[in-house]
């Protein structure tokens, strides 16, 4: 970065730190990753200088035919990674975040003032998925624009409820039903998703922003034999850049999804998009078709399930008793500290978390009972088991009392 060290030498000395901290540190926040170099080389390309609104072949300004090339590329691997024929799904790869695809989702299928049913936030759940407060308050617009209800989580189990969600749903009669989100540490079963979606005639959007990696490398069950609707992000356990994909199914919606689709992204939501990222997406993608990518998808899982075990032996509630994917969240009530406290602690120490609520919360969002813990970035780095059991010590003694 000699470049831009010699023109701004404080962004390219604040950008050095970080590069330091991220080396230093240990990522433990379940949504990040490490991106690979070749990632970082497409993100950084000359790609950003071009506006290419529209859709390949179809744009709103001249000189897109390798824009074209490029995005039709990155269509075409989507669909390879998930297994799927072009015939039955349409994808759409320009949402610059998760959070835009749920929008364009709902701005695509849906009509204001329509139900949707979805897990609540405290739970694990998304903003995005019509997020409100318990006595009604608005916090996700998506809350302004249509009529949300929310499922809990088995307050025993804490696992889905299937017989509790058909309840709520044959009351409600939701137009979507959404499962996924951010904290729910076990597989979904999307089977049952899409029998309690057709039993009240709603679409069935599985949102698998923190799992898609997993589902890539078969660590993780795909919804894509079931969802009418799949959105995801690209940066978490895919290990792409920021970025997040949408699909369609052309089967159980009709072709026409796919300009419904296309239209709400462009022009409903965003303008240009974001050709370096999503050139970035196709490295990912590449490098997710790739033998390793299983082999680094089911150790992102042993990782996860060793740290759970390890915690749990020491006196640790970890919700629903352990997990399947990705990441671990504790309820810290049982241990006398917040999760904010737990995280600032474990700060301290180099192991970096995030505070977060949990089924049956009592605190609040800024200071909530629990924290969450994820293995995608220690695993990109070579950690294996024996090193989570070591990780494991260090968050035990930091968080155990005396400390
Ligand atoms: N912010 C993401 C996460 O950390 O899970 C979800 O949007």
Do not use: C
Request: a neutral charge; aromatic letters at 8%.
């Amino acid at each position: 970065m000699s470049k831009l060290q010699q023109t701004d030498p404080e962004i390219y000395a604040l950008i050095q730190a970080e590069e330091k901290r991220q080396t230093d540190e240990l990522a433990m926040i379940p949504s990040e990753n490490i991106v690979s170099e070749a990632v970082k080389e497409a993100v950084g390309s000359v790609l950003m200088n071009k506006y290419s609104e529209g859709q390949p072949g179809k744009r709103y300004y001249q000189g897109n035919g390798n824009i074209d090339a490029i995005e039709s590329l990155v269509e075409q691997r989507a669909l390879q990674v998930f297994g799927l024929d072009s015939k039955d799904w349409h994808v759409n790869v320009q949402p610059v975040t998760g959070s835009i695809a749920n929008f364009a989702v709902y701005a695509a299928l849906l009509s204001p003032g329509d139900r949707m049913l979805a897990m609540s936030l405290y739970d694990g759940g998304h903003l995005t998925h019509g997020w409100k407060l318990p006595d009604g308050k608005p916090i996700s617009f998506t809350s302004k624009i249509y009529d949300t209800y929310f499922y809990n989580v088995d307050p025993q189990t804490e696992v889905f409820d299937y017989a509790q969600i058909a309840k709520i749903a044959a009351q409600v009669k939701p137009q979507i039903l959404i499962s996924g989100g951010t904290a729910y540490p076990r597989e979904i079963d999307y089977a049952k998703m899409r029998e309690i979606a057709d039993s009240v005639g709603a679409i069935y959007m599985a949102d698998v922003a923190h799992e898609a990696g997993l589902i890539a490398g078969g660590a993780n069950t795909s919804p894509f034999p079931h969802a009418h609707v799949v959105t995801m992000t690209t940066r978490k356990t895919l290990r792409g850049p920021i970025g997040a994909m949408i699909f369609a199914s052309k089967k159980l919606l009709g072709d026409s999804v796919a300009e419904k689709i296309d239209f709400a992204v462009f022009p409903a939501l965003q303008g240009g998009p974001q050709n370096h990222s999503i050139a970035g997406i196709g490295v990912a993608l590449h490098e997710a078709l790739q033998p390793e990518f299983k082999t680094y998808a089911q150790q992102v899982v042993k990782n996860a399930q060793v740290l759970a075990a390890e915690l749990k032996k020491a006196g640790f509630h970890v919700v629903s008793g352990g997990t399947d994917k990705h990441l671990i969240l504790l309820d810290l009530r049982n241990k006398g500290i917040s999760g904010k406290d737990a995280a600032l602690a474990l700060e301290k120490v180099g192991i970096i978390t995030n505070k977060n609520t949990v089924p049956g919360e009592t605190g609040k969002p800024w200071n909530p009972s629990g924290l969450r813990l994820g293995t995608p970035a220690v695993t990109t780095r070579g950690y294996t088991e024996k090193d989570m059991l070591e990780v494991a010590k260090k968050i035990i003694a930091t968080l155990s009392p005396s400390n």
